[in-house]
């Protein structure tokens, strides 16, 4: 299969700005790397992006083909999908566009172990058009490859091929993401910021989403850093469930699949539910898997991995955008969100769970 036979696109972002999207290479030097210490301080790539004054500039290219290489052979192997065409995946920020003007609340986002930052491009251009900025981490090490400034692609081997998980299983990685997203939010808020727009920041309004352990991360962050103010889970297992007393009364939403996530199918989410005291909704969508809260759904269906009774990757991700967007709105802008009030005919596919 040709690279011009295979046109990925995501879909187009719902808000009502332009989006920018810069890249940054962040080095914490009061940490060694927890996978590879030889390499030593902790180094990560971060996505930004942010309101634009207008779409100039360049589209923001996905990822790299050497990214794209990593991603199939780790997620997809086999797949006659080009890696080629999966860098050259339809996005709709632009390089370098200049911010519009004005103080933006700042979501923090986190994906899969495994995955890259890219996965959850869908939700950070979304956001974006919405008026928030977005910070999406690439964790280094955790990843299927993160291209760095100087040529080198890092993969998930020192994690993802071990015969066993680090000492601690995977809440020691939880326990360092904790520590990347702080020290990110650090660089950002700090009086001299390592973001040349940081300016753009309305830096008391932070939230966190991720995905599966992005979306663990995400709580066990907000139990470290009370300047995340609400959090979302999108579909993934926490290690272990959240301690008593660690979100306060800070708002999170659980967003996750009817296989894995409906009451009883997961107790970290079964034993974590009563331990968030503030505001909280457990969703679940019908149809979908773990990676429908993902770009690599879009993947996925191209590959022919889909399956005919899987929700479409369009609806899948129109629906999360839709859920999480609507959460940050409400906790973090203080705008009132009835989506969010119980299930609607719009969305038959999201059901609001209230166990016991």
């Known amino acids: 299969m040709t690279t011009s036979a295979v046109k990925l696109e995501l879909p187009r972002p719902t808000g009502p700005y332009p989006v920018g999207r810069d890249i940054l290479h962040l080095v914490d030097k009061s940490r060694t790397?927890?996978?590879?210490?030889?390499?030593?301080p902790r180094q990560l790539m971060v996505s930004m992006y942010y309101p634009a004054r207008s779409a100039t500039g360049a589209t923001a290219p996905y990822m790299t083909v050497e990214e794209a290489r990593s991603l199939l052979e780790r997620k997809a192997p086999g797949a006659t999908v080009p890696?080629?065409?999966v860098a050259a995946t339809r996005t709709y920020?632009?390089?370098g566009a200049d911010p519009k003007k004005g103080r933006y609340p700042l979501v923090m986002l986190s994906p899969g172990l495994g995955l890259p930052r890219a996965s959850l491009t869908f939700l950070a251009e979304d956001l974006g058009s919405r008026g928030y900025v977005v910070a999406l981490v690439d964790h280094a090490y955790e990843s299927s490859g993160t291209a760095f400034p100087d040529g080198r692609v890092l993969t998930c081997a020192p994690?993802?091929?071990?015969p066993r998980p680090p000492e601690g299983g995977q809440a020691t990685i939880t326990k360092s993401?904790?520590?990347?997203?702080?020290?990110?939010?650090?660089?950002?808020t700090d009086r001299h910021p390592a973001w040349k727009k940081a300016r753009v920041i309305a830096t008391k309004q932070i939230g966190m989403a991720g995905h599966s352990l992005g979306g663990d991360a995400g709580a066990a962050t907000m139990g470290v850093d009370k300047r995340v103010q609400a959090g979302a889970n999108l579909d993934g297992t926490f290690h272990p469930a959240i301690p008593v007393g660690s979100l306060g009364k800070r708002p999170f939403l659980l967003l996750g699949s009817q296989a894995d996530h409906v009451?009883?199918?997961?107790?970290?989410?079964d034993g974590s539910w009563p331990i968030i005291s503030g505001w909280k909704?457990?969703?679940?969508?019908?149809?979908?898997?773990?990676?429908?809260?993902t770009d690599l759904s879009i993947l996925e269906k191209a590959a022919g991995m889909s399956t005919p009774d899987d929700l479409s990757p369009q609806r899948s991700l129109q629906i999360t955008r839709?859920?999480?967007g609507a959460f940050f709105d409400e906790h973090l802008k203080h705008k009132k969100q009835p989506l969010l009030d119980g299930p609607t005919p719009a969305n038959p596919e999201v059901a609001f769970q209230s166990p016991s």
């Open 93 to 95: 920020a632009h390089t």
């Open 33 to 40: 790397d927890p996978w590879v210490p030889k390499d030593g």
């Open 322 to 324: 839709a859920y999480v």
């Open 281 to 293: 909704r457990w969703l679940t969508v019908a149809g979908t898997n773990h990676t429908s809260f």
């Open 177 to 188: 993401r904790t520590k990347d997203i702080s020290f990110v939010i650090d660089q950002l």
């Open 159 to 162: 994690l993802c091929d071990q």
């Open 263 to 269: 009451p009883g199918k997961d107790d970290t989410w």
């Open 83 to 85: 890696a080629e065409a």
